[in-house]
């Protein structure tokens, strides 16, 4: 059903108008002038206004009408009065007559007087409720009210009764045979609907009970079946994961009252229900497995201010309770308005359904509330009056004469209150007297026992022949509590909430047992516990206010709470309350309990506060945003309805009736105040409102603005435990902690016995105060005085919370020193133990044994006791047995070993490598799931942290060494060292260093400076004199850019080799184009290669280059990729290749018999700086290879390398071979289109959440940088692509236009829409949002990159590929994020900086703007990192060393290297060989000297040969030549890693079957690329049900392997897949599998094992064909499996049809097993075959014929050539000569491409051929040939193929009957097999 949206606005207009109605109705009555001092000022306001207005005084227009009607003023009166006596005595409000007291008329309020200012005709004066007296002592004067009636039953009204409500309820309820008068009117809507509600009855009315009827609505809403009368409750079944339900309750008492309430009410139907406050925390499982929430509101506005972590709890609440909505006039007030704001702003950002419910006390202004609520006051609403309390109450006002605090009024008070109490008490009842303080309990208990002794009325008191007596005195004698001992003999208790726990429950026993008769206690007795009592008393109603720090008046809430305690509904039949005030304030209360004035707003006081929440979680971002904001709060409800107490006038709300200025007012000073604070950033030109670090962590820790300017003027970099200890006792948090003169004594004891630090300041001022109870509370020292009890825990609860926000302030600042102390005095807080005492008292081991180890000279350190044994440890603390023990904990207590590798990146940066091993046992019970750990650099001085982070150590991560990798800057002169510290986040002396030397550290030289853009002028297009070229360039441009004119001579007219360092976009393919050119016009007929790093790069050159070039140059071009490999014809042809480095690598390793890799005289590598990266070795091992070939054929080949802007081109210039011309390196400032960056950090320690974050300020920075021009977010995944996108698209949702991305007609799109496959993309771009990653569809990539380029569409959200891929320039970039989850290492790792550079690279589009934008997101820490190298280039370095092996294996096996010396020289041609020598310590180099480096190269070298040699890639000869061997060929040839080889070496055996040649296949090296992404184990391991084959039990289901294993089989099964992800993981899984599995095929025929070769053949017909390899029927298109039964049973009838023998078999009686038997069929057998299947029609035939007849069909004859013997002699060597003819169909053309459609490249026919010796062991294969069917002209295809194959003639003499298989390589079902025979005999016959 859905909720009502209720606008408050439309109500309000109809509101003013009753509100006016309403005070021209003046009854008349009893009537006295109550005024407050703020009332007070407000008349006189109110009369200033009004005269200012020409208005005249209420009074005087009184007089003035009655006057002019002729009224005598006393007639009128007296007539009034007599009126009013008569309608007291009238019935109340009737059914038929509902009560209209001039409001609107709404059907659920229930109400017999009207609340509200009753005014006399005569002067300011209230009316009384009939009935009551006033009466006039000698000490006070007291004013009586009787008991309210109750409002009359309405005839609508019925009670419902439990057996006729569905059984979800009747089941909760079963304790009820119906619901009271209330919850029976409420029970309609607050079940049968979803409408927020409003509920204001009396205390005790069973508001609980309406509020878990909600809460049965959101269960029956998320439960099945759905609930009716009549199920059988056990059949029930929710779904917990998809709600959570939050109750708020004011007080934790309440809280923990409520969870035992709805657990076992809610039980039966396993809901679980957990309070959430400051005591009772929860885990995120935890939290995951509740159903409700029990939570304070400061709790829960904690929770709900962390953007972070908690997200998705925000996000699956469907049902807010609020209890005590009242509560916003208190001062907690303004929590619930922010949580309510908050809550309603979610509901309108992210469009759910969250429910609110809001549970009150009867309060006057109920609409303003219901408004504020958003309560539709026609539905939701319902007010109940006093005559609703389930025990009616009586009330006596009594106002002891004398001014507050004389004599004469306290002993006024104490007689009152003895009168009224003993009066009670003889009575026979018992008598609760609150009191507002600790102390005043046991004073006001004894004050009243001394008056009863000195009266003899002591025995009135007396309870001791109560049969319970004794018994209770015996419990009451354990207790600590001397007062309560005491006073229990005179019938006297105490209750207050510093009394322990156990104290204060026996106490509520004895009172409830009737044992006490009168109890003094505070008002939280009236808040926490449900005890009632016939009376209460509350004696004086002057509160201590510590925020102000001075007395105020007891809250009308309290008051309320207090009485509601009076009368106990089982025994009797009301209750009685008194409430003791002095004579001024008498009248006051009287008004507040009659009339009850409106409740105001409390949000202005933390208006500062709230702003910063908002500010930090992300809400607001400027302060239009912040003024919206304020219209949710109950502040703007009252401040239109109320102007002049919000200090107003009241003429402001009618001329800007939505009070636009006055909120904007508020917000800007609370703005001002933060920025001032350094909280935030205002920025009053634009009103953006930035947050800060301090303002988050101010938020996040719920620290106040003032408090945090008290740190700002207050935090040092180094501090001592007293500095901190005495800053934090100043923070706003504890101004309420006063000090109390009878506490002067015991304080000043605690700071001599229990304070280790100084406290400065006398012992009254407050921080002493807090200061010493703080340090009294680490030391556990007992504590006297009650009321220090409670401060002490108050402050210890809060100072834990404030020092871990001071740790993140000193770790933003980077301040070691004080963070190393804040941080070791927070864990001293936590675990009530100082940092000096000895680590192990964390184990709770008995005190003396500590004290044993800390009374010794030198306590023993941790590393000291681990060196013992058990007897040296019970030796140490003399107790023999407690030496196991001892040794037990010091292996658990948490130690770091540390060691780190440094390497320089620049001279001023260094990367350092940690490795963490963690070095201790594992104890759950001790340790939990995690350790948390701070990990932080220091500087020599241990001042500055130059880089900290958080380290979660988990169990799993036991025995293995982490890596953390991270760069810090460093400053010349060096520092000798540097220190790196581990420090637990929980475990105090726990602490790790490690000093990092830099005595061998040798820094890179400072790189040489950058080439000079010369002011030359632009050269026309006309220099290139050549018609055809300058028609070509006269396309785009008629004049080089400024960098192409500069480099145009070097390129165009000379032979150089070049290299050109320029940003992207500086036009740098022209650079290729003119290098192009120069080899066609110097070398006509030669080959240019163009490499890119990148499939997404090739494409783009060829789509750009073969729409522009070929033509015009009549040249050809060709694509070399993994997933396009042309024939051999084309290449040859081809002039221009264009390719991937690996592909080039792999075509050039055999180079000698390739003519066509001769032919080359230039090789272009463009983005040459990715040398750097993880495809770098490859490019090295390509541009030192070009060079051997052209040394080897004496030409010299040109290489051209282009790049960005580089930090360190001379080394890489000098490796290219460029002498003194054509090295050109601009600056990054050098581009055609100026950019602006702006680097932002995000804090959050947590990938997703911290993206979560970067949304809004995505937006933001849109709507800032290019409100209407094309942007482009580049994000890290494809999930990331779609969360972006659905969180823009709700931000635009809350915009005037939320197409404003959309620049094209609807209509136009919806067109469009049909035609988009993937559903998040359909979403998006009906918002002008387009989403771009790898894993869409080709179809819709086309579309999106279509629709952005023509600007139909704003944004693009795109993976990073998107950088390198396609050129789209848009005018704004956002990085949102700058790491991705890396499935190797399973963490999230940095984008190499490369990749930030080319996506920044594509803001700016040259031709239309003047400047491009680029904001970067990154996680703070890293935050200075990218600012130094976003500015000043990146230098390269090379990583061939890690990936030497593959790389020196394919130059053996290519014969470049024969020995160790020729692979040392080989490396001496490399790159890495130019940086080892320009900045050796970055790869590890100590020695520096030549000897020094060659034996670290040796060494290397040395290295890679052995491991090859283990992978039986190679033999060493002699310690010095090396040989191939064929399994080095093989892997060289297919491109595979050599552990691979290994492994296929190590695992295929002659007996392996298909299923473990899967796994094996699966088990390649290659597949350890494949990424698990988060939470994708737990998809694995469904997935895997709905297989055949399961994984091996050794795998995790997260291994990458598991997950190729699952991927092939769910291709093979045709499944859709459960995860999008998953379809492109299949692609790359396939795309690896087709070179293992061709290796596999050699190997084992290398080691002649037939059937595995045979079964590795099928499998690889069913990668291309997407079948297992016994459903080759299932290739045809539209073939199900569930067809396969028809056809194989018989034809016609169910039996066979014997009876036709003599006829013909027609086709349907052809028995057909595979495609081959399909064959030899004609068109008509084909399709009647089919045509049993009834659901396959005339069309579907037409399709399965269709690939039928290109089916191929091959005739093999074999012949042996024998020479002129007829005989073979054995021994001997002979061929077998094999012809395939193909059968041709008449009437088809085939172009031999095979029908494989879910593969995803093209495939052509090729065949194997194998010869087996079936007489041999275990059937042997004897030769293997592959045999390609495109050898014709051009790579066409022929039907003829002649082949042969070696063998050697077997030894036995005789007949033999050898095999031949023909198996496909592409199809399913095709393989033959054919004999043949031959005769072998001896030589000598």
């Known amino acids: 059903m859905a909720q009502s949206n209720y606008n408050p606005d439309a109500e309000l207009s109809k509101n003013n108008r009753h509100d006016r109605h309403d005070n021209n109705r003046t009854p008349m009555g009893l009537s006295f002038t109550v005024q407050t001092e703020d009332e007070k000022l407000a008349a006189k306001l109110a009369r200033k206004e009004r005269r200012k207005h020409g208005g005249r005084d209420e009074e005087d227009e009184a007089a003035l009408s009655s006057a002019i009607l002729g009224f005598d003023q006393e007639d009128l009166r007296r007539a009034r009065e007599e009126q009013l006596r008569n309608n007291a005595s009238m019935p109340l409000a009737s059914s038929q007559q509902k009560t209209n007291f001039g409001g609107p008329d709404y059907p659920h309020v229930y109400q ?126 929710v779904a917990k994961n998809d709600f959570k339900i939050v109750f708020v309750a004011p007080m934790k008492a309440l809280a923990a009252e409520i969870v035992r309430k709805f657990s076992s009410r809610l039980k039966w139907l396993g809901i679980e229900v957990r309070e959430l406050t400051g005591d009772m925390q929860l885990t995120k499982t935890e939290i995951a497995n509740t159903q409700i929430i029990v939570t304070t509101p400061e709790k829960w506005d904690v929770v709900t201010r962390k953007s972070t972590g908690d997200v998705e709890l925000a996000q699956k609440v469907r049902l807010l309770i609020i209890d005590e909505v009242h509560l916003l006039h208190d001062e907690r007030g303004a929590v619930l308005e922010s949580i309510v704001a908050r809550t309603l702003r979610q509901v309108e950002t992210s469009q759910s359904m969250i429910r609110i419910v809001g549970l009150s006390a009867t309060l006057p202004n109920y609409v303003d509330v219901a408004s504020f609520l958003r309560v539709n006051p026609y539905q939701g609403l319902f007010f109940f009056d006093a005559g609703f309390r389930p025990v009616p109450l009586e009330q006596h006002f009594c106002g002891v004469r004398g001014k507050y605090g004389s004599s004469q009024y306290t002993r006024g008070l104490d007689q009152t209150c003895y009168d009224k109490v003993s009066d009670l008490v003889k009575q026979g009842h018992q008598v609760m007297v ?125 008051v309320m709470q207090i009485f509601g305690r009076a009368g106990r509904p089982q025994y009797e039949t009301h209750g009685v309350g008194f409430i003791l005030t002095t004579q001024d304030k008498l009248n006051h209360y009287v008004a507040l309990i009659t009339q009850q004035l409106p409740i105001e707003s409390r949000f202005i006081e933390s208006m500062v506060d709230n702003l910063n929440a908002e500010l930090s979680l992300g809400t607001i971002t400027n302060v239009d945003e912040a003024v919206t904001w304020l219209s949710y709060t109950y502040l703007y409800v009252r401040m239109r309805k109320n102007p002049l107490v919000y200090g107003m006038d009241h003429s402001e709300p009618a001329e800007d009736p939505l ?48 408090s945090v300017n008290t740190y700002n003027s207050l935090m040092k970099p180094r501090m001592t ?26 304080l000043g004891k605690l700071l001599e016995q229990a304070c280790p630090c100084d406290v400065k300041g006398g012992l009254d001022a407050s921080p002493s105060k807090v200061n010493i109870l703080l340090q009294a509370a680490i030391t556990q020292a007992p504590l006297e005085d009650f009321a220090l009890v409670s401060d002490s825990a108050y402050v210890a609860q809060n100072a834990s919370r404030i020092i871990r926000a001071l740790f993140e302030i000193a770790l933003n600042r980077s301040w070691g020193p004080v963070a190393n102390v804040l941080l070791s005095l927070g864990k001293s807080v936590d675990k009530k133990m100082w940092s000096f005492e000895h680590p192990l008292a964390q184990f709770g081991l008995p005190r003396d044994i500590i004290t044993k180890l800390e009374a010794r000279t030198y306590p023993p350190s941790i590393e000291d006791m681990r060196e013992m044994t058990v007897n040296e440890l019970g030796e140490l603390v003399r107790f023999h047995r407690m030496g196991e023990t001892i040794s037990k904990c010091v292996d658990q207590f948490p130690v770091l070993q540390m060691d780190a590798q440094v390497a320089p990146i620049t001279r001023n940066v260094l990367r350092v490598a940690l490795t963490i091993t963690p070095d201790f046992v594992w104890n759950d019970r ?116 400024p960098v192409q004119t500069q480099i145009f001579h070097t390129l165009y007219n000379t032979s150089h080799n070049a290299l050109v360092g320029a940003p992207t976009g500086s036009g740098k393919t022209v650079a290729a184009e003119l290098a192009m050119w120069w080899a066609f016009k110097a070398q006509p007929g030669s080959k240019v290669v163009y490499i890119a ?115 360190n081109a001379h080394d890489l210039a000098d490796w290219l071979g460029i002498q003194e011309v054509g090295l050109f390196n601009f600056r990054h400032s050098v581009r055609p289109v100026p950019l602006e960056i702006y680097i932002d950090g995000f804090p959050g320690k947590h990938y997703c959440p911290r993206m979560a974050t970067m949304n809004k300020p995505t937006y933001a920075a849109i709507k800032t940088h290019s409100p209407n021009q094309p942007v482009i977010v580049f994000v890290s995944s494809r999930r990331q692509t779609r969360l972006t996108a659905q969180d823009l698209i709700a931000y635009c949702a809350m915009e005037d236009n939320p197409r404003r991305f959309l620049h094209m007609p609807e209509d136009d799109l919806e067109i469009l829409l049909t035609k988009v496959q993937d559903s998040s993309l359909r979403l998006a771009l009906g918002f002008g949002i387009g989403l771009h990653h790898a894993g869409l569809p080709e179809g819709d990539r086309k579309l999106v990159e279509e629709l952005f380029v023509s600007t139909k569409i704003q944004i693009l959200i795109a993976t990073s590929t998107l950088a390198w891929g396609v050129n789209f320039p848009a005018h704004l970039v956002v990085i949102k994020g ?99 020598q320009m900045n050796p310590s970055y790869y590890g180099v100590e020695d520096l000297t030549p000897l020094g480096v060659n034996t670290f190269l040796s060494d290397l070298i040395e290295k890679s040969i052995s491991n090859l040699e283990r992978s039986s890639c190679l033999e060493v000869v002699e310690d010095f030549e090396i040989e191939s061997t064929s399994l080095g060929k093989i892997c060289s040839f297919y491109y595979l890693m050599h552990p691979t080889i290994r492994h296929l070496q190590e695992h295929l055996k002659p007996d392996s079957s298909y299923e473990d040649l899967l796994m094996i296949l699966c088990g390649a090296t290659e597949y350890s690329e494949l990424p698990v992404r988060h939470n994708e184990d737990i998809v694995n391991k469904e997935l895997e049900k709905e297989l055949p084959l399961l994984i091996e039990s050794s795998m995790s289901y997260d291994s990458p392997h598991a997950k190729s294993f699952l991927m092939l089989q ?269 005769d072998v005999m001896n030589a000598s016959a």
């Open 1378 to 1476: 700058t790491e991705f989850y890396d499935a190797k290492t399973r963490t999230y790792v940095d984008f190499p900086i490369t990749d930030v550079l080319q996506m920044m690279g594509r803001a700016g589009r040259p031709q239309f703007d003047q400047e491009g934008v680029a904001r970067i997101f990154v996680h703070d820490a890293k935050k200075n990192f990218y600012k130094k190298f976003l500015h000043e280039p990146f230098p390269v370095e090379s990583s061939l060393h890690l990936h030497l092996d593959d790389h020196l294996n394919a130059e053996i096996v290519g014969g470049t290297i024969k020995s160790k010396q020729d692979a040392m020289d080989y490396l001496t041609w490399t790159y890495f060989y130019r940086r080892l």
């Open 926 to 1041: 001790i340790h939990g799931f995690n350790e948390p750990w701070w990990i932080w650099v220091e500087d020599s001085n241990n001042t500055e942290i130059l880089h900290s982070e958080y380290f979660l150590l988990s169990r799993r991560q036991l025995g293995q060494p982490q890596v953390i990798t991270f760069t810090i800057p460093v400053i010349e002169p060096l520092p000798p060292q540097i220190f790196v510290r581990a420090i637990s986040d929980k475990w105090i002396g726990a602490e790790s260093v490690h000093a990092i030397s830099f005595k061998h550290l040798i820094l890179p030289e400072l790189y040489p400076p950058h080439t000079d853009l010369l002011d030359l002028q632009p050269l026309p297009v006309s220099a290139l004199h050549n018609e055809v070229l300058e028609e070509i360039c006269l396309k785009r441009f008629s004049h080089f850019n």
């Open 434 to 558: 609150f009191v507002h303080a600790r102390k005043d309990t046991v004073k006001t208990a004894q004050t009243l026992k001394q008056k009863a002794s000195d009266e003899d009325e002591l025995i009135f008191f007396d309870t001791s022949n109560d049969p319970q007596y004794d018994l209770r005195k015996k419990d009451l004698a354990k207790s600590k509590n001397r007062e309560m001992k005491e006073l229990f003999q005179y019938g006297f208790g105490i209750h207050h909430a510093g009394m322990l726990r156990a104290d204060r429950t026996l106490t509520e026993k004895m009172f409830a047992d009737g044992l006490i008769r009168v109890l003094c206690c505070t008002a939280t007795l009236a808040w926490g516990v449900n005890l009632p009592a016939y009376a209460v008393v509350i004696k004086g109603t002057q509160v201590y206010n510590t925020q102000k720090g001075a007395f105020v008046d007891l809250s009308i809430l309290d």
């Open 112 to 237: 017999s007087t009207k609340g509200g200012n009753m005014l006399s005709a005569i002067g300011k004066s209230f009316a009384l409720p009939p009935g009551a007296e006033r009466i006039d002592e000698k000490d006070y004067e007291e004013i009586t009210i009787p008991i309210a009636k109750q409002a009359p039953r309405r005839d609508t009204e019925k009670v419902i009764m439990i057996e006729d409500m569905d059984t979800l309820c009747s089941t909760t309820f079963k304790a009820y045979s119906s619901l009271n008068r209330i919850q029976s009117i409420v029970y309609p809507v607050a079940y049968e609907t979803n409408e927020n509600i409003l509920m204001c009855a009396p205390t005790g009315a069973g508001k609980t009970d309406v509020s878990l009827l909600t809460i049965l609505r959101t269960l029956n809403q998320h439960c099945t079946p759905t609930p009716r009368p009549g199920i059988d409750p056990k059949e029930y079944v």
């Open 1610 to 1878: 769910a291709y093979f099964e045709r499944m859709k897949l459960p995860v999008a992800d998953f379809i492109t993981d299949t692609v790359s899984v396939l795309d690896q599998s087709v070179r293992v599995l061709q290796a596999m095929i050699d190997i084992t025929a290398e080691k002649g094992m037939l059937q595995p070769c045979l079964s590795i053949m099928n499998i690889l017909q069913s990668v291309k064909q997407a079948r297992w390899r016994d459903e080759s029927l299932l290739t045809l298109p539209r073939m199900e499996k569930h067809m396969l039964p028809i056809l194989s049973a018989p034809p016609g009838r169910q039996g066979r049809n014997n009876n036709n023998n003599n006829k013909k078999p027609s086709a349907a009686a052809k028995v057909v097993e595979r495609l081959f038997d399909l064959t030899s069929m004609s068109e008509h057998e084909v399709k009647s075959y089919f045509s049993r299947i009834q659901s396959l029609g005339p069309v579907h035939l037409q399709d399965i014929w269709k690939v039928v007849q290109k089916l191929p069909r091959l005739d093999m004859s074999s012949s042996i050539d024998t020479g002129i013997k007829s005989f073979l002699v054995s021994d001997l060597t002979y061929k077998v000569t094999l012809e395939l003819n193909r059968v041709k169909r008449p009437g088809v053309t085939y172009d031999g491409r095979v029908h494989c459609p879910k593969f995803p490249k093209p495939q052509w026919e090729s065949w194997w051929v194998v010869l087996e010796d079936p007489e041999a062991l275990g059937n042997e294969l004897v030769a293997l040939k592959r045999v390609n069917m495109r050898t014709g002209p051009q790579g066409g295809f022929i039907n003829k193929v002649t082949t042969r194959m070696e063998f050697v003639a077997p030894k036995r003499e005789g007949r033999h009957v050898w095999k031949i298989h023909l198996y496909s390589d592409g199809y399913l079902g095709l393989d033959q097999t054919v004999d043949i025979q031959f």
């Open 659 to 706: 009070l636009g200025k006055k909120r904007r007012d508020i917000i800007i000073a609370a703005a001002k105040n933060l920025h001032k604070a350094q909280m935030i950033i205002y920025d009053e030109n634009t009103g953006y409102l930035t947050p800060k670090d301090l303002g988050r962590i101010a938020s996040n820790y719920y620290v106040s603005y003032n």
């Open 721 to 746: 435990e007293a500095d901190v200890l005495a800053m934090v006792s100043r923070s706003t948090e504890f101004a309420n902690v006063k000090s109390r003169d009878n506490e002067q004594s015991e």
């Open 1093 to 1207: 790093p990148m499939k997404a790069l090739v494409r783009e050159r060829v789509t750009d280059w073969t729409a522009r070039l070929v033509g015009p140059m009549n040249k050809k071009l060709v694509e070399l990729t993994g997933d396009v490999t042309p024939d051999i014809k084309s290449i040859e042809s081809a002039d221009i290749i264009i390719t991937t480095p690996e592909k080039w690598d792999g075509i050039s390793r055999n180079w000698q018999t390739r003519p066509y890799v001769q032919k080359v005289s230039l090789v272009i590598i463009d983005e040459i700086h990715l040398l750097g990266g993880d495809r770098g070795p490859i490019l090295e091992v390509i541009v030192s290879r070009m060079n051997y070939i052209g040394a080897q054929l004496k030409k010299r080949i040109r290489l051209v390398g282009l790049s960005t802007a580089l930090a």
